[in-house]
């Protein structure tokens, strides 16, 4: 199907219990947070999360939906201990495979090559060879170097939010870091963006801006457009991460801390209702970018 | 010379450890690794590479905290989603950083404290990008809090970064390319030129004296020259303080205190 418009319950209703899911962006930057909590509304649960973790592996593990996490780092940045990541895991309530953030792409990339691992000298002379269980390679070569082999992070579906697509697929990223999700398209067996801004056809709108393209359109099996949709992470140039909207967040970790109780402010029973709840398109679109 | 800080004798000494490291990117990560990096770029070595903090290259350190009128202006572009190519696994990098825990062999920890990694009793970062800096390009350390809470007795938690243990080294892998250089505390400055790259006192801030640091750290310290770690020069303060114009060093060191002790 060339038209891979889809709602976000449609693409909710994709996956399925038990699967492993990438989600794009880094902590608290460019996440689709949108179909984070669009799966926050639904009955999925057991899932391998594999994420640079921000508030949506925070939502997640809260929400007692997440089996296992492939992580380098869950923080917000200016609040650099994610606290609901940090609850889930001081109650020891989910597996973890801890990898190293270059580790981590390495991974995304044996995926994307259909190669089960790739080599690499980082994770010697940690401890996360021996808690993650990975193994060494020795080079054919006349080097017998020993290497850590990087096992292939294969995803059943991704999620990211772009910038823009049209309903083909072809999709613009901008903003002055795109960071991984070229590679979380290419690693996943199904790739579901929801975007800023839908178009019809990208050619005749934005002619000038295919290099925005940063993954073809054959990576993409579905499209949603959610204004906002990244909210309360940043999503660059359109607007800045929420801080405020982070601390309500981080506060209500707090004790009781108690997620059924609160999830209500930051799932909402609708993204209309999540958005209005937040003051609405005008209110997020205020945000200012962060400054480093 | 009286109102200069402890803050700003560690941005002066920390500025050092970016000396004579060619075209490589310099990370200072925290306030007062930053300055130090920024400083050292704009004083004895501006062959220095350094981002904005996000993604550009800049040949003009960036100030820390709201900026005002100032822009950044952009040279280069290095973001994360091509920063292990350029900068880690090339090892054209040295970054300055604040684990929560090292140990006598540069062992660093940033992920977990107490209890197991299945459940940790303090759960902190992860690991983030310590693994691949350890074993690719040159890492120095700041702690605002010299503590046997953070230089432990016996190993870090969970070894995180890769650091000088001949027990953690997998035969046959290439560690050609760890390179602890300097640790700069609140008491003094520190390298790993002791006997098997153990950490050794280089030089005590004024005041100090070596049986205080020994007293701070949980593993045995060897001694090196100790010096009296020098005061920054005016024209260094000069430019940290265009660099720090809302002066975020005085959060960095508790009570920031004056770098010359009032006894």
Avoid at chain 1, 175 to 193: I, L, M, N, Q, R
Avoid at chain 2, 155 to 177: F, L, Q, T
Wanted: glycine fraction near 10%; hydrophobic fraction near 45%.
């Amino acid at each position: 199907m060339l038209d891979k418009r889809m709602t976000a319950a449609d693409i909710v209703s994709q996956l399925h219990d038990g699967m492993t899911l990438g989600i794009g962006g880094w902590g608290p930057r460019r996440k689709p947070m949108a179909l984070v909590r669009e799966i926050l509304r639904s009955d999925l649960k057991d899932l391998t999360i594999v994420a640079y973790g921000g508030a949506d592996v925070g939502m997640l593990c809260a929400a007692g939906k997440v089996k296992k996490l492939v992580f380098a780092f869950v923080s917000l940045d200016a609040i650099p201990l994610e606290p609901w990541f940090r609850k889930a895991r001081e109650a020891g309530q989910i597996e973890v495979l801890e990898l190293d953030e270059g580790m981590f792409q390495w991974g995304l990339k044996a995926a994307a090559f259909g190669v089960p691992f790739l080599p690499t000298r980082v994770g010697l002379g940690t401890d996360l060879a021996a808690l993650g269980g990975l193994k060494t390679v020795t080079s054919p070569y006349s080097d017998g170097e020993t290497l850590i082999a990087m096992p292939a992070l294969k995803l059943d579906a991704a999620l990211l939010h772009v910038n823009r697509s049209d309903w083909r697929g072809n999709v613009h990223l901008f903003g002055p870091d795109v960071y991984y999700d070229e590679w979380f398209a290419k690693a996943a067996a199904k790739t579901f963006v929801s975007c800023e801004e839908l178009v019809d056809r990208m050619e005749d709108h934005y002619p000038d801006a295919a290099q925005a393209n940063i993954f073809e359109r054959c990576f993409v099996t579905g499209v949603v457009e959610m204004p906002c949709g990244a909210h309360p992470s940043s999503m660059p140039p359109s607007y800045g991460w929420d801080m405020k909207a982070f601390k309500a967040y981080a506060d209500a970790a707090k004790e009781p801390g108690d997620w059924a109780a609160v999830a209500d402010r930051f799932v909402g029973k609708s993204e209309a209702d999540y958005l209005n709840s937040v003051g609405g398109k005008e209110a997020v679109a205020a945000l200012p970018l962060p400054i480093f | 010379m009286t109102d200069v800080t402890l803050a700003e004798l560690c941005i002066f000494a920390a500025s050092e450890a970016f000396r004579n490291n060619g075209e490589v990117v310099a990370t200072g990560v925290g306030p007062v690794p930053r300055l130090a990096a920024s400083l050292a770029k704009l004083t004895h070595s501006p062959e220095l590479m350094m981002t904005d903090g996000e993604a550009y290259l800049v040949e003009q350190p960036v100030p820390l905290g709201p900026r005002g009128d100032y822009k950044p202006k952009f040279a280069g572009y290095l973001p994360f989603s091509r920063f292990f190519d350029s900068a880690v696994w090339s090892g054209r990098r040295h970054a300055m950083v604040t684990p929560t825990q090292i140990d006598r062999f540069g062992q660093i920890n940033l992920s977990q404290l107490g209890g197991t990694h299945k459940q940790p009793k303090t759960q902190m970062l992860g690991v983030r990008g310590f693994p691949g800096n350890t074993i690719y390009h040159p890492n120095s350390f700041f702690f605002p809090a010299h503590t046997s809470r953070v230089f432990v007795e016996g190993e870090v938690d969970m070894v995180s970064g890769v650091g000088y243990n001949p027990a953690k080294r997998v035969p046959g892998g290439n560690y050609s390319g760890v390179d602890l250089r300097v640790i700069v505390t609140n008491l003094c400055v520190m390298d790993f030129g002791g006997t098997n790259n153990a950490i050794r006192v280089v030089s005590l801030h004024p005041g100090v004296t070596f049986d205080e640091v020994q007293a701070a750290t949980g593993f045995p310290l060897e001694k090196g020259a100790l010096t009296e770690t020098p005061l920054p020069d005016a024209e260094a303060l000069a430019i940290i303080a265009q660099l720090d114009p809302h002066n975020i060093r005085a959060s960095v060191i508790k009570d920031n205190p004056p770098a010359i002790r009032a006894n």
